[in-house]
């Protein structure tokens, strides 16, 4: 709600319409003032849901537990400064961080489990490929346009390298495939909806229950987005101009590409070279518009 109040502001002011910019920039402020005031938990140093039973009453109580989506307010830049403390609970193998994750639920906490019981689809301990792709958004934007020292860009490179050694499935012959489905075991890396489904109906799919292969192909994730914006650092104005800020820590690669990305009509190229032999474009960082190196239209962050 609060990104799409400051979206529909942007495009009224673009379209003269000040009356309804201010509109939306009011409900903006509310929504930013209500999360701040309501859901900022001061002990935990954590935004926290607010239970479902408290929604009504005149104190809210907030959940016990640290979730995954405290961080998703990041997404589209929400928190004032001064709210940065508890990204240290993401890289945290105590909080979110797993071999196979982020746990959506804090691990630290009694009530957190791995289960291949009950309903197949828990939010209390599993790792959603919807909900990591969420927070590595809000991640970038937080390195990107925040000033803090609890996280940095060595950080967002080990999370998303979890969540790309994720995308796989071990076949029943050892073969390993590309593979997204619905959420995953953060330790094991199995596909827990798909286990669970297939142990059902002696053997077979359960049609009730969404079919064969109910979460092939899952794809609420937006794993490219993060590799253009986030690790090749494409961070799109909307002015137009080319900015960019890869999130690759020093010493970590010594070359990659970005290339053949549309872009407001033009194609652009990102390239990294430390030695300046592998793509034979001088060392360094290089940026590429329709083949033509941009010298200085582009703002490196």
């Not at 495009?11 to 999360?35: C, F, N, P, S, T």
């Not at 408290?54 to 979730?67: C, G, I, S, Y």
């Not at 986030?230 to 961070?235: D, E, V, W």
Request: hydrophobic share 35%.
């Amino acid at each position: 709600m609060y990104g799409e109040s400051c979206a529909i502001a942007e495009i009224a002011e673009k379209l003269g319409k000040k009356d309804i910019a201010d509109k939306y920039r009011q409900k903006a402020a509310e929504l930013k003032k209500a999360v701040q005031e309501k859901m900022w938990d001061k002990d935990a140093q954590f935004f926290k849901t607010i239970t479902a039973d408290n929604l009504n009453a005149t104190q809210e109580k907030m959940a016990d537990v640290r979730e995954l989506y405290g961080y998703a307010f990041w997404y589209f830049n929400l928190p004032d400064p001064g709210y940065e403390a508890g990204w240290k609970e993401l890289v945290s193998t105590d909080g979110f961080r797993a071999p196979y994750g982020p746990a959506f639920a804090e691990q630290r906490h009694p009530k957190f489990i791995i289960s291949y019981e009950g309903h197949e689809c828990q939010w209390n301990g599993p790792s959603w490929p919807l909900s990591t792709s969420i927070i590595l958004t809000a991640f970038a934007n937080l390195l990107n346009n925040y000033k803090q020292d609890v996280v940095d860009k060595r950080d967002f490179f080990e999370t998303m390298k979890i969540y790309a050694d994720s995308h796989r499935m071990v076949l029943e012959d050892g073969r390993i495939v590309p593979w997204i489905d619905e959420n995953l075991n953060p330790y094991t890396g199995d596909w827990i909806a798909r286990t669970r489904l297939k142990s059902w109906k002696n053997g077979t799919w359960d049609p009730e229950k969404g079919g064969a292969e109910r979460g092939k192909d899952y794809n609420h994730s937006t794993f490219c987005d993060l590799v253009i914006t986030g690790i090749a650092g494409l961070r799109p104005p909307p002015d137009g101009k080319i900015v960019v800020n890869p999130l690759v820590p020093e010493g970590v690669w010594d070359y990659f590409c970005l290339d053949n990305v549309l872009y407001h009509g033009k194609i652009i190229t990102i390239v990294y070279d430390k030695f300046g032999n592998k793509y034979n474009k001088g060392k360094g960082l290089h940026v590429f518009e329709n083949g033509t190196e941009v010298k200085n239209a582009y703002h490196l962050l």
